[in-house]
């Protein structure tokens, strides 16, 4: 079983669609939760970052982390062409080595 | 200020010949990583440095694969014999000494290395 499980899609939405991206995690020492976008050849990007439970919020992005069940969410609300990318989880116990998710292929139609 | 800068971009190589992968990463950041990125596997952590020293290289998996880091500026992914299997895209990244974030990676655009 892999630390990290993120369901790979692809996921197609309309435009202006509410987005929802999950991953869940079995290492209990996981305290950081990030998200990194990717776009087609080119490297991730970080997007939002949260340390251990709870909610944060960056414009339409909001990331959530409930620890007691190991599941972590990216929203996106008002979606747009321009989110098309592959959305990654990535967590750490501290410092900066990352276990990543296999990422999540979004595509947002006109 | 200039990202983190890989070469070559795009390598197609026959089985059994050396490749050298190049990275600089951005000025004054103080940890660098190699990741090889592919579609069963995802990004997969394959050695990391702080301050030029390897620190972790457990995920360099084989002994075909090594790197070096000889300077604050510079790193190499060396793998030597090359296989079909290590077909994959290896990224760089690279972060600051003064991040607050922990996990807060810069990656450079990957070089996409194809081994016939």
Known sequence: QKEVEQDPGPLSVPEGAIVSLNCTYSNSAFQYFMWYRQYSRKGPELLMYTYSSGNKEDGRFTAQVDKSSKYISLFIRDSQPSDSATYLCAMSGGGNKLTFGTGTQLKVEL | ?116
């Not at chain 2, 301050?51 to 694969?65: A, C, L, Y």
């Open chain 2, 1 to 116: 200020d200039a990202g983190v800068i890989q070469s070559p971009r795009h390598e197609v190589t026959e089985m059994g010949q050396e490749v050298t992968l190049r990275c600089k990463p951005i000025s004054g950041h103080n940890s660098l990583f190699w990741y090889r990125q592919t579609m069963m596997r995802g990004l997969e952590l394959l050695i990391y440095f702080n301050n030029n020293v390897p620190i972790d290289d457990s995920g360099m998996p084989e002994d075909r694969f090594s790197a070096k880091m000889p300077n604050a500026s510079f790193s190499t992914l060396k793998i030597q014999p090359s296989e079909p299997r290590d077909s994959a895209v290896y990224f760089c990244a690279s972060s600051p000494r003064t991040s607050q974030l922990s996990g807060e990676l810069f990656f450079g655009e990957g070089s996409r290395l194809t081994v016939l």
